[in-house]
């Protein structure tokens, strides 16, 4: 099984502001294979990046994602309030998925 | 318009069995793959069960945690995924949420389409 840790744990910003999520896998995998979501609280899972930087359809161009072999990253420019949230990266490899534990960001 | 509608949660007690049941509705249901994938209030995510577009021909696969308990199936002609739970566990207690994965042939990996979720109580 791949862990992913996620880093920060929380993040704190104010609107207008660039936030870096950090998603370190402890074995090299597929950037095919790494996704993220956002979660608003009291609502599903949303599809944010798939193939580590494809945006899903309808996500806005503030939200972007890099990496590959054991380190990803999403980032999201211009901070909006409705952009508060908690946000997972996913890998699915050897026929399991996993998630990391998520960062929470939170706009001041 | 694209959607999964989880049923079957409730209050149940340890050991006993329960069914959960999702209904796919707006997309060619047959030719994705689907998965289970549950939380805890509050916790993060954990990925519970797939199953291929094909419903087993090729493999289901479980998370650990709940391998031998529970067993994923689906019914292409009415567009249903289920999820048999039994020996349930208080720490089974969660959210279930029914996804949609990857199309046939499609190489990414992911979940883009979810239900709202179903909650599950064990309980004694």
């Known amino acids: 099984e791949i862990v992913l840790t996620q880093s920060p744990g929380t993040l704190s910003l104010s609107p207008g502001e660039r936030a870096t999520l950090s998603c370190r896998a402890r074995?090299?995998?597929?950037?095919?294979?790494l996704a993220w979501y956002q979660q608003k609280p009291g609502q599903a899972p949303r599809l944010l990046i798939f193939?580590?930087?494809n945006r899903a359809t309808g996500i806005p161009d503030r939200f972007s994602g890099s990496g590959s072999g054991t380190d990803f990253t999403l980032t999201i420019t211009r901070l909006e309030p409705e952009d508060s949230a908690v946000y997972y990266c996913?890998?699915?490899?050897?026929?399991?998925?996993?998630f990391g534990g998520g960062t929470k960001v939170e706009i001041k | 318009q694209m959607q999964l509608v989880e049923s079957g949660g409730g209050v149940v007690q340890p050991g006993r069995s329960l069914r959960l049941s999702c209904a796919a509705s707006g997309f060619t249901f047959r030719t994705y793959a689907m998965h289970w994938v549950r939380q805890v209030p509050g916790r993060g995510l954990e990925w519970v069960a797939f199953?291929?577009?094909?419903?087993?021909?090729?493999?289901?696969y479980y998370a650990d945690s709940v391998k031998g308990r529970f067993t994923i199936s689906r019914d292409n002609s009415k567009s249903t995924v289920d999820l048999q739970m039994d020996g349930l566990r208080v720490e089974d207690t969660a959210i279930y949420y029914c996804?949609?994965?990857?199309?046939?042939?499609?190489?990414?990996?992911?979940?883009?389409?979810w239900g709202k979720g179903t909650t599950v109580s064990v309980s004694s």
């Open positions: 074995q090299s995998l597929s950037s095919t294979y």
């Open positions: 193939g580590a930087s």
């Open positions: 996913q890998q699915y490899g050897s026929s399991l998925l996993t």
């Open positions: 996804a949609r994965g990857q199309r046939i042939s499609e190489a990414f990996r992911k979940l883009d389409v």
């Open positions: 199953i291929p577009y094909d419903g087993g021909y090729t493999n289901k």
